[in-house]
């Protein structure tokens, strides 16, 4: 990892958020959010300068959802998770985490709710010179007041539950790992704080097909057995139409489709079925 990426990780980790002030927004007209959603995007418009990406953007995740994000590229994938994170604040919209409208919280409250979220990062992101063990302890380091044996315990947990074994792995480097361990051992740190909602940005790219189905098969687990709320990113639609309840399809600013895999593959939208390529 670059040391621009490094410090972007750190920066995420250690809860940085966007800090500015927020416009003020009409909330005459807004509903709040959807009952028993952990996730919604509320009509988000977002540009950066004339380039406008997205525009009337809603959906939402219920707990527990897996909900993909797919589209071509540019159309506002990653920029929607950095909206989720609040490392980006929406033109107009609201975006509810877990009830809360994020963009109008003071940064302390925002802290609070990004501390319920684990986040995967394009490509592992790993800390290059820390051991597996210190990649794993960042997040309880910068976020906890444990002390070294519990810090152990649940690093090794959770190396266990990402199928790595933990004296084989804790004291080696991520250029000792292959590409699937890595993004294993970025998963492990991402839930070292057992967070509620897991965001994933491209788990998947880079892999061979096997080790894709490796880590979409843990991505499922997640969801199983920790009962996580996940957003993924991906351009891997087999992977997307094995772990995702909805698929959301960004076009051209806007939610061309959201359903389930199901529906999606039955869309008579033209669209919709050569994004889909035969599949
Ligand atoms: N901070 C920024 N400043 C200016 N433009 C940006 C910024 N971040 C993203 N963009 C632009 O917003 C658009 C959407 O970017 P984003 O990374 O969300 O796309 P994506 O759908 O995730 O693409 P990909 O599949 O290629 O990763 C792109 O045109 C990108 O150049």
Excluded: C, W
């Amino acid at each position: 990892m670059d040391e621009t990426a490094e410090r972007r990780v750190r920066q995420t980790i250690r809860d940085s958020l966007h800090d500015g002030t927020t416009a003020e927004r009409p909330r005459a007209e807004d509903p709040g959010p959807a009952a028993g959603a952990i996730i919604e995007l509320e009509r988000v418009f977002l540009g950066f300068g004339e380039n406008q990406i997205l525009e009337d953007v809603s959906f939402l995740a219920q707990r527990g959802e897996t909900i993909a994000v797919v589209g071509e590229s540019g159309t506002g994938k990653s920029t929607t998770l950095k909206l989720i994170l609040r490392h980006l604040q929406p033109d107009s919209g609201r975006v509810y985490v877990d009830g809360e409208d994020i963009a109008s919280l003071s940064f302390q409250e925002a802290l609070r709710v990004r501390k319920r979220m684990g986040m995967v990062f394009q490509g592992a992101a790993l800390f290059d010179s820390m051991t597996v063990y210190e990649n794993v302890a960042y997040p309880l380091r910068e976020h906890t007041e444990y002390d070294e044996d519990e810090i152990e315990r649940r690093v090794r947990e959770k190396l266990e539950f990402v199928d790595l074994e933990p004296d084989r792995v804790m004291e080696q480097l991520p250029s000792e790992l292959s590409g699937g361990m890595r993004k294993r051992v970025g998963v492990a740190r991402a839930i070292a704080n057992d967070p509620q909602i897991m965001l994933y940005d491209e788990p998947t790219s880079g892999l061979d097909p096997l080790t894709t189905g490796t880590i979409t098969r843990l991505i499922m687990k997640l969801q199983r057995e920790l009962h996580v709320t996940s957003i993924v990113v991906s351009h891997d639609i087999r992977s997307v139409f094995r772990m995702a309840s909805q698929v959301a399809v960004l076009a051209d600013k806007h939610i061309r489709f959201f359903g389930t895999p199901e529906e999606m593959a039955a869309s008579d939208d033209r669209y919709i079925q050569d994004f889909l390529g035969g599949f």
